[in-house]
């Protein structure tokens, strides 16, 4: 279960503010007073970890960076007890046998240097670990431990321990393992690519120089012959395949001419070689699927810790409690079957549709419908799965299996159902297929302008021009261009999932908002207070109740009344639903849930309320000013309409959509879909995953890019939300970049064609043309991105 | 002029060694993890006297 933690990037460890942080993990110590060493901490769970790690000569860990650790504050531990079932384990870990155990680990906490060497030091910890690696940029630990020491366990519980949890969830049990094994075929595609253009351009060294010698001329040729097969048929696979699944479902895409271009390079290459009537195009040949294949490369540096892809598997635990017989054991998810009574305790997650049995339900759904506030629920209402339990225990016979109910339901959409090539650029497609009815067209016109006076020559000619005119720098341009955009995004923390994104970006007309999360800051409410002034000690004795409850609004209320001591409470009553109560500094203090917001009586007296207001984001009126003009917006919310009066000062008040479930979003975006307009979707949760999905754009916002995002296209980091704009107008500059890269590809093609109709093209100037201009096109789009963000980052 | 074709020959079979490298790097995964390496490097065995300078 992932579990959210507020501060996992340390603050900024300025001199000053060092002593008022705290060591471990430099939050804000408050007025909290726990020294050890003369270091200062937050709260006991660091203070923990800190002598857990002095204790173990582990404390080079704060040595590395400042104020590594991770904070434990509202961190609960969890029972891991459902690692004990076999059946789990054995999904869960990589290779066993009698000594030792493989696992690898998700774990999202990790940030720093530090973190790593932690994490690698673990055996310091605890001898039953024998072994561990970190992997920092896909956040994954690999550990191998000793059977006879450990358990998986009791590993899990190390990790929780030292601020590490591993993310295990439903999605880790359906995973298959031969996912887990690392594909490499592409680099070895690449470096026999670059192996085979260098030596073939060494070989090919007489031929440029004219130092012709018939014999080793001729074996010089099957050389290269023998080395450009593994070429042709290993690193330019795809390309070829691609080309034929194109060709079979009657769609040109940009493979069709890459592929014709290949082919006709090798096959007449191969031809001269053989008759002994030239040296061939080998050199070309090895140095376009080089090109091709760093073009790949570099397109694909993407980022390893963000998922695109994941679904309600992936929020979901892996186990939950139920009671069976009147034990209690755990089961895993897709072993629940309906008519279980599930236990469910304080933040843990509802599995699926069910009954409330017994005990006091307060579910906070904001992440799956987009409402506020958390729902009270009485015994015998309905449940709906993946809400969060924030009182206490409850118990739920469920009504639904998990993949059944009304939230997982949304994943059984024909949305989900849909699969994209992340590689096939639409943009590309297009401009290949023209490319490719020009080309056949000049080609055979060149043929038979020249069948009836050479033969020779008109084959010659012929294959000429297929061979020149293919497409490479067309082919190059997307992949630089874009690849080096979505580089300077994720500088920006604005992260694309792959270049397609942005050809999709620069096409949007039509932008949709999700509220809660999305426009609003989640994890903010601003909280007033208005009555009667109050005086110091009274804030004192308010601020000491409200520290002793977790409620949210009793966390607000403690955050607003910031700078007051705290003094001892007595007689401390929380009622779930209802409110708190206490004596402190003399004063009997109530503060209860109230219709306009929450009241507050001191000694009996009605003093004032504290009333919540969603604070939106900085920056959201310019960007919606900025979009206005340009853009159709809407606002569909899970919420109910009670902030519509604010929000209609920036949306038109019949584009604010309230009280949307989130089949009813999905919906909303297929219709205007119908309608021919292309959607962007701004969304956080769960509720949106549907309308993400079903947008031609989805972007989630996220407060911290390390949580639970849904699938999407791309995830911003919440800070960046004002600069979205500016990140669309960069997207589209980009896309206008590439147009005029297939403008200057279009005149190198036209010089070279110009050589190739008249049957002029030799080996030399094929070699020197073809990589002159993929040269000029990386270039080209390489710094014309670079271009576009240094001038978008000005503005 | 037949020294170059002779030299020729023989660094192709020293770029088919570099090659042969090339694929045992891939194989025993050191281009899996292009990042941690370098941080990881730069850990000392013993635990640091003096902290660091305060950025």
Known sequence: ?795 | MKIIFLLIIVSLFIALGFLAAFFWAVKSGQYDDEYTPSVRMLFDDKPMETPEKKK
């Open chain 1, 1 to 795: 279960m992932p579990i959210a933690l507020g501060n996992q990037v340390p603050n900024d460890t300025s001199e000053n503010k060092l002593q008022n942080t705290c060591c471990h993990c430099g939050e804000d110590i408050g007025g909290v007073q726990i020294f050890i060493d003369k270091k200062a901490f937050c709260c006991q769970g660091c203070k923990m970890v800190y002598e857990i790690l002095n204790a173990n000569d582990l404390a080079n860990y704060y040595q590395i960076e400042q104020q590594a650790g991770i904070s434990l504050k509202g961190l609960k531990r969890e029972r891991y007890t459902w690692l004990e079932d076999e059946e789990i384990v054995s999904k869960l870990i990589d290779f066993q046998d009698d000594k030792i155990t493989k696992v690898t680990f998700l774990l999202p906490q990790i940030h720093c240097a530090s973190c790593i060497w932690l994490l690698e030091n673990l055996y310091k910890l605890n001898d039953g670990i024998l072994h561990s690696k970190v992997n920092f940029l896909k956040k994954e630990a690999y550990l191998t431990f000793d059977n006879q020491k450990v358990n998986l366990r009791k590993t899990v519980e190390l990790l929780a321990l030292i601020g590490y949890p591993p993310s295990i969830n439903l999605n880790n049990l359906e995973e298959s393992q031969k996912a887990k094994a690392t594909d490499r075929t592409f680099q070895y595609q690449l470096g026999i690519a670059g192996f085979a253009f260098g030596n073939i351009m060494l070989l090919s060294f007489p031929e440029y120089l004219g130092l012709a010698d018939v014999v080793f001329q001729k074996w010089f040729g099957y050389l290269n012959l023998l080395i450009a097969l593994p070429v042709l048929l290993y690193s330019g696979r795809d390309y070829l395949q691609s080309a034929w699944y194109g060709l079979r479902q009657s769609d040109l895409n940009i493979d069709v001419p890459i592929s014709l271009g290949i082919l006709t390079l090798f096959g007449r290459s191969a031809f001269e070689v053989l008759t002994h009537t030239g040296a061939g195009y080998f050199d070309s040949l090895a140095g376009l699927i080089f090109f091709l294949l760093i073009g790949k490369w570099f397109q694909q540096q993407t980022y390893h810790r963000l998922s695109f892809e994941r679904d309600y598997k992936s929020y979901f635990p892996i186990a939950a409690a139920v009671k069976r017989n009147g034990i209690e054991q755990s089961v895993t998810l897709n072993n629940l079957n309906i008519g279980d009574t599930v236990i469910i305790r304080h933040k843990e997650l509802i599995p699926a549709d069910g009954i409330l049995l017994r005990g006091n339900a307060r579910i906070d759904y904001s992440f799956v419908t987009g409402e506020s506030d958390p729902v009270r629920k009485t015994i015998g209402d309905k449940i709906f799965a993946g809400g969060r339990q924030v009182a206490n225990v409850i118990e739920v016979t469920l009504t639904k299996k998990v993949s059944q109910s009304y939230l997982t339901q949304l994943w059984n959409e024909d949305a989900f159902q849909k699969e994209d090539s992340p590689n096939a650029s639409r943009l590309a497609n297009k401009v290949g297929k023209r490319f490719t009815y020009f080309i056949l067209f000049i080609a055979f016109a060149t043929l038979f302008y020249w069948l009836p006076h050479d033969t020779g020559l008109a084959v010659n000619a012929f294959t000429a021009v297929l061979i020149i005119a293919c497409p490479c720098a067309v082919a190059l341009s997307i992949p630089f261009t874009f690849g080096n955009a979505i580089r300077l995004l994720a500088k920006q923390n604005f992260y694309l999932k792959n270049t397609q994104v942005i050809e999709n970006l620069s096409k949007v007309d039509t932008i949709i908002f999700d509220k809660t999360g999305t426009i609003t800051d989640a994890s903010k409410t601003d909280i007033h207070y208005q009555g009667e002034a109050l005086s110091d000690a009274e804030k004192v004795a308010i601020r000491s109740l409200v520290q002793q409850s977790a409620h949210p609004v009793s966390r607000q209320i403690d955050a607003y009344f910031g700078k007051y001591d705290i003094v001892e409470v007595v007689d401390f009553e929380e009622i779930t639903g209802q409110g708190i109560r206490g004596f402190a500094k003399g004063f009997f203090i109530q503060i209860e849930r109230h219709k306009t917001g929450t009241s507050l009586q001191i000694n009996g007296n009605q003093k004032g309320v504290f009333t919540l207001q969603n604070s939106y984001r900085t920056g959201l009126s310019e960007l919606i000013s900025s979009w206005r003009d340009h853009y159709q917006l809407y606002l569909l919310s899970g919420d109910n309409d009670r902030e519509r009066a604010h929000l209609e000062s920036d949306f038109e008040a019949s584009n604010l959509h309230f009280q949307q479930s989130p089949k009813d979003k999905l919906e909303f975006i297929q219709q205007l879909q119908a309608q021919g307009k292309n959607v962007l979707m701004l969304g956080d949760g769960l509720n949106d995953a549907g309308a993400l999905r079903q947008s031609d754009v989805g972007i989630v916002i996220a407060e911290n890019t390390n949580n639970f995002t849904p699938a999407c296209d791309a995830v911003v980091d919440a800070k960046q939300f004002a600069q979205l704009n500016k990140f669309i107008a960069f997207a589209k500059g980009n896309v206008k970049l590439v147009y005029f890269a297939y403008l200057l590809a279009f005149i190198y093609n036209i010089i070279g064609l110009s050589f190739a109709v008249q049957g002029l093209l030799s080996p030399v100037i094929a070699a020197i043309l073809m990589p002159l201009s993929s040269v000029t096109i990386v270039a080209f789009g390489v710094l014309g991105s670079g271009w576009l963000g240094v001038r978008g980052n000005k503005k």
